[in-house]
Structure formats: structure tokens, C-alpha cells
């Protein structure tokens, strides 16, 4: 497995790492990590991912929260339960997990297209 690209992920973002290895662990597809730190105040940026079921989706929000658990930190908010779409709120950091139905339709990549996209990979 392919280590962690720690020189593109800034330190103050450490959390995002342990959000993207909950994901993996639980084999997410299609993760992407957008930095929203230059186009809004409000927030440092957003994870996406995609659960292929709905036992797979209450399983990546399981996993999430309790690997952020795991350093001290709660969700300010969740935005659940849904069967297509699963929003966990960090603060700076918003964690979406989509059917592959609601990724497409909603298209946050796309109307974030202006994001840099962070190449956080997860560590072995």
C-alpha cells in the first residue's frame, strides 16, 4: 500500500489522515479530499467518499466517528440518517459519504471545481 503524501497535507489537518484511514478501513471508494482553506472562511475542506450500500455507508460513519473518537474529537453535527448520504461535521473539516447515486447527482467535486485537490493517501 502506498504511504501517506504527508508533504501535500498541511499539519494543522492531521485529522483528515485519520478520516481517510477509517474510510479505507472500511474500503471506501473513490475518496477525495478537496482543500477549501482559499475559497471559504468557514471551512479547511471536505472528504468524499462513496459507499456501494447502505450497510456499507452506516459502516464508514461508524468507523469515522470512532477513529475521531479515538483523538478526542466529536462531530459538531451529522446530518443522518439517510440511505444515500451521510454528512459528519468536524468543524473546518466536513466528511460526506454518498451513494454512488447521490455523489453523482449532487456533484460536490464539481461545484467545488475551484478546490485543490489534496492527494491524502492512507497509511498502511
Do not use: N
Not at 444515500?84 to 468536524?90: E, K, Q
Not at 447521490?102 to 467535486?109: K, P, S, V
Amino acid at each position: 500500500m502506498t504511504q501517506p503524501a504527508t508533504d501535500t497535507l498541511p499539519e494543522h489537518l492531521q485529522a483528515v489522515q485519520w478520516i481517510v484511514d477509517a474510510l479505507d478501513d472500511k474500503r471506501a471508494e473513490d475518496v477525495r479530499v478537496l482543500d477549501l482553506s482559499e475559497l471559504t472562511a468557514s471551512l479547511d475542506c471536505f472528504v468524499i467518499a462513496t459507499a456501494t450500500s447502505q450497510p456499507q455507508l452506516q459502516a464508514l460513519e461508524d468507523a469515522v466517528k470512532e477513529r475521531m473518537k479515538e483523538h478526542g474529537q466529536r462531530p459538531r453535527g451529522i446530518e443522518a440518517p439517510s440511505t444515500r448520504w451521510v454528512l459528519l461535521d468536524y468543524g473546518g473539516i466536513v466528511v460526506h459519504i454518498m451513494s454512488p447515486e447521490a455523489r453523482e447527482f449532487y456533484d460536490l467535486e464539481g461545484l467545488w471545481a475551484d478546490a485543490k485537490a489534496l492527494d491524502v493517501q492512507p497509511t498502511a
